[in-house]
Structures are given as structure tokens and as C-alpha cells.
């Protein structure tokens, strides 16, 4: 199983990027798949995550300016940014909870690659 990040990059304060992780391998259902962030110096914070049944919770920083959907087709979720600050610098990582067992019903958590982002001017 792996999770692919990508969309991240270098925008400028008040612009939009968009990320994206996409699950891959013996997957039989997600749960819980989300974006963390870390910025130099800082532990790892919650950024945004969604449940299966489409539920999301954002960190206290991001309300209102990111969303985070997903497409269950291709097993791929997105965060939606827009209304970037400086402070959104970071490299964010996505997880998920992934079932990859059927018969043992065995989940596992995952992290993807982390992706940069860089808010500046």
C-alpha cells in the first residue's frame, strides 16, 4: 500500500494550491484519510481528515480557508487551500487508516511522502 502526495509548491500570500493523495496497492477500505503539516522546528499538526462517511475536522487554523474532499472512486483525496499565509509554510504529509485484510479485517495506518508548500512573497 502506498499513499502519493502531490500539489504542492510555491505560492503567494492570499493565493490557492491544491494537494492530493492518492492510495494505491491491496485496499479494501479507508477510513480517517487526512493532512498533517510540519514546519521547521514544530512537531506534526492535524491539518484536516475525513471520514469514510464523508465527515471532516480541521485544525483550528485552516477553518473556513481549506476543505478537504475525496473521490472513494480513485481512492484519492484532496485539500483544498485557498487564502494562503505564510504560517501554512510547511511540508504537509497525508494519512489514512487503510483495511487491507478483509478476512482479518486488519487495518493499518499509512503515511505518504510529505509535499512543500511555501507561502511567500
Known amino acids: 500500500v502506498q499513499l502519493q502526495a502531490s500539489g504542492g509548491g510555491l505560492v503567494q500570500p492570499g493565493g490557492s494550491l491544491r494537494l492530493s493523495c492518492a492510495a494505491s496497492?491491496?485496499?479494501?477500505?479507508?477510513?480517517?484519510m487526512g493532512w498533517y503539516r510540519q514546519a521547521p522546528g514544530k512537531q506534526r499538526d492535524l491539518v484536516a481528515v475525513?471520514?469514510?462517511?464523508?465527515?471532516?475536522t480541521y485544525g483550528h487554523s485552516v477553518k473556513g480557508r481549506f476543505t478537504i474532499f475525496e473521490d472513494n472512486t480513485k481512492n484519492t483525496m484532496y485539500l483544498q487551500m485557498n487564502s494562503l499565509k505564510p504560517e501554512d509554510t510547511a511540508v504537509y504529509y497525508c494519512?489514512?487508516?487503510?483495511?487491507?485484510?478483509?478476512?482479518?479485517?486488519?487495518?493499518?495506518?499509512?503515511w505518504g511522502q510529505g509535499t512543500q508548500v511555501t507561502v511567500s512573497s
Open positions: 475525513i471520514t469514510s462517511g464523508g465527515i471532516a
Open positions: 496497492g491491496s485496499i479494501f477500505n479507508i477510513n480517517n
Open positions: 494519512n489514512a487508516d487503510i483495511l487491507t485484510n478483509y478476512r482479518s479485517n486488519t487495518w493499518s495506518n499509512y
